[in-house]
């Protein structure tokens, strides 16, 4: 019987047979070295007339101090008449069956964690899309008591190492709340995303297209059709925000009005956005899918526009054959995303001179010269000159697509 060390089991020779070395300080509890040099600990007892084994842990993730710790729970829970390998066996056999009733899938959890707590926020929906489209896709047949740090971590890269790494860090806290709600309804001990870090420090993005960029982008847009090809001329031409743009229903719209009710915006405030001709034009292309539900932009008239990466990425290709074609020669674009559109209607609404403030009515913005007492107070909704505005955008958007935008003119003097 050896008298194990720390130092000793670390160091411990292995030959090409296998090793059961008792420790002379716990009887019962074996060191059980592989000729592969793995190392487990085992402790063995006696229950009723039976000779009994079970396994502790690997080594080092279960040093010598700690398997002896384990080893005398063990031994003491045979004393009292206890089997705690059966019990183990037993444990496992139940997981097993709950594990094959799908009560403790990812899928399943996830709709339950939509049912009970993202129902009641005002992001829930899009927690729960996102939640969807990023786990669930990868993980939904899988248990949740498999899912281990490095799997998280893996997701993640992934997702980041496609060219999404807001989006990477995004699905990190959807993914942290998820798995802490679960924690705390004792589905799972702790949360296998604890202490994982976000993938990388994100950059505040400035990104607009250049008027070559708005050109490509718009004949791409025609080229793609419907529809993403269609959305994508919406998000430019009005600058409201992808989910409230990929949501849009024919009920929402009267005439030249677009109506956003309050709980179809990000700030909670209903807006109106007035539709350009051009804007019309581009809905009433759109060949509409005939369902209950009245979106706009859909594949199946059940669901609104999903796969935006992927989406984006199909424009952004013809992006590139409609610049190739037109230098006669390949020409390399920047990446951009839906968000940049907003940015990019905003900053041509400055080039055209139009007031900040009218701009933020447009993008329906609280914060800026828009926040503080002004929010409070000044009740103003700004429709003649959102009107205004979004037109002269049009008209430039148009502009630069024909190539007639060499000298803009703002939108003071057109009148």
């Not at 498999?146 to 989006?167: E, F, P, W």
Request: aromatic fraction near 6%; charged fraction near 30%; proline fraction near 3%.
């Amino acid at each position: 019987m050896a008298k194990l060390t720390a130092t000793g089991v670390e160091k411990w020779k292995v030959t090409d047979k296998r090793q059961e070395v008792p420790d002379s300080l716990m009887t019962g509890l074996y060191l059980i070295v592989q000729p592969s040099g793995r190392k487990a600990w085992q402790v063995r007892y006696r229950f009723g007339e039976k000779h009994r084994r079970m396994t502790l842990g690997k080594y080092p993730l279960l040093s010598l101090a700690d398997a002896r710790a384990r080893a005398s729970e063990a031994l003491i829970a045979a004393q009292d008449g206890r089997d705690p390998a059966g019990e183990r066996e037993a444990e496992r056999a139940a997981r097993v069956e709950v594990q094959q009733s799908g009560r403790d899938k990812i899928k399943t959890l996830v709709e339950q964690f939509g049912k009970r707590h993202l129902s009641t926020l005002k992001s829930g929906e899009t927690v729960k899309r996102e939640l969807n489209r990023h786990v669930v896709a990868v993980w939904g047949e899988r248990d949740i008591h498999d899912i281990a740090k490095r799997d998280v971590i893996d997701l993640l890269d992934g997702i980041a190492d496609s060219g999404r790494v807001v989006t990477a860090n995004r699905v990190r806290a959807y993914l942290n709340k998820f798995l802490n709600w679960c924690a705390e309804r004792d589905i799972i001990d702790q949360s296998p995303a604890m202490g994982v870090k976000p993938v990388a420090k994100e950059k505040s993005r400035d990104r607009v297209l250049s008027d070559d960029e708005i050109r490509w982008f718009w004949q791409a847009c025609t080229r793609e059709g419907q529809p993403w090809g269609h959305l994508g001329k919406m998000l430019l031409l009005t600058g409201q925000r992808l989910g409230e743009v990929v949501n849009m229903t024919d009920r929402e719209v009267s005439g030249d009005l677009w109506h956003l009710i309050a709980d179809r915006t990000k700030n909670g405030r209903a807006h109106d956005v007035p539709l350009s001709e051009a804007a019309r034009a581009v809905l009433g292309a759109v060949e509409r899918l005939k369902s209950d539900a009245g979106y706009v932009f859909t594949t199946t008239g059940t669901s609104a526009l999903q796969g935006y990466h992927k989406g984006r990425n199909h424009i952004a290709e013809r992006m590139v054959e409609v610049a190739s074609e037109e230098r006669g020669e390949p020409v390399d674009i920047p990446h951009w995303t839906f968000h940049d559109l907003r940015r990019t209607a905003a900053t041509g609404m400055a080039r055209l001179g139009i007031p900040v403030r009218v701009t933020e009515a447009v993008l329906n913005h609280v914060s800026g010269t828009a926040g503080g007492i002004v929010s409070v107070y000044q009740r103003h909704d700004y429709a003649d000159e959102k009107r205004d505005a979004l037109n002269a955008w049009a008209r430039l958007v148009a502009d630069l697509v024909e190539g007639r935008a060499d000298n803009v003119v703002r939108l003071e003097n057109a009148r």
